[in-house]
């Protein structure tokens, strides 16, 4: 799916849809890109001379490709997050870099959804995390 699918079915727009692509394997496990723009909002100042891209944007891309792992539910709501445990940054990654995502649900239990992600670049792992999130009703 390309970021015009993408945007069925995530909220997020903008600077903060963090996806190019996503598409689910028979295994289960989506697989998603995202290439870091050259100068993205979040690496202003972070650091001047040396842009690297935050942690939690990092989580963010892995958690915003957990979704295509329920999709269904968002047709009613809001997918937000409830946890991150053990996050681990194992390399720097910047602007232009291609990210690749590794998705897997682990467990469900009723709203609730836990999820193992790792990021990588060029093949390098440079994060991983267990991230659960829960379906919030739309208001």
């Given at each position: 799916?390309?970021?015009?699918?993408?945007?069925?079915?995530?909220?997020?727009?903008?600077?903060?849809?963090?996806?190019?692509?996503?598409?689910?394997?028979?295994?289960?496990?989506?697989?998603?890109?995202?290439?870091?723009?050259?100068?993205?909002?979040?690496?202003?100042?972070?650091?001047?001379?040396?842009?690297?891209?935050?942690?939690?944007?990092?989580?963010?891309?892995?958690?915003?490709?957990?979704?295509?792992?329920f999709v269904e539910v968002f047709a009613d709501n809001l997918v937000m997050y409830r946890g991150l445990d053990s996050v681990k940054f194992r390399g720097t990654v910047r602007p232009g870099?291609?990210?690749?995502?590794?998705?897997?649900?682990?467990?469900?239990?009723?709203?609730?959804?836990?999820?193992?992600?790792?990021?990588?670049?060029?093949?390098?792992?440079?994060?991983?995390?267990?991230?659960?999130?829960?379906?919030?009703?739309?208001?």
């Amino acid at each position: 799916m390309d970021r015009n699918g993408i945007m069925e079915v995530l909220p997020h727009r903008g600077g903060m849809l963090l996806l190019d692509t996503m598409e689910l394997d028979a295994e289960g496990v989506c697989h998603a890109t995202y290439t870091i723009p050259e100068k993205p909002f979040f690496c202003d100042g972070h650091f001047p001379g040396n842009p690297i891209v935050p942690g939690v944007i990092l989580c963010e891309i892995m958690a915003q490709a957990c979704s295509q792992l329920f999709v269904e539910v968002f047709a009613d709501n809001l997918v937000m997050y409830r946890g991150l445990d053990s996050v681990k940054f194992r390399g720097t990654v910047r602007p232009g870099d291609l990210c690749e995502v590794s998705a897997r649900l682990i467990e469900s239990k009723g709203t609730l959804y836990v999820c193992d992600a790792t990021l990588s670049v060029s093949g390098r792992r440079c994060a991983q995390a267990r991230i659960t999130l829960a379906a919030v009703p739309k208001d």
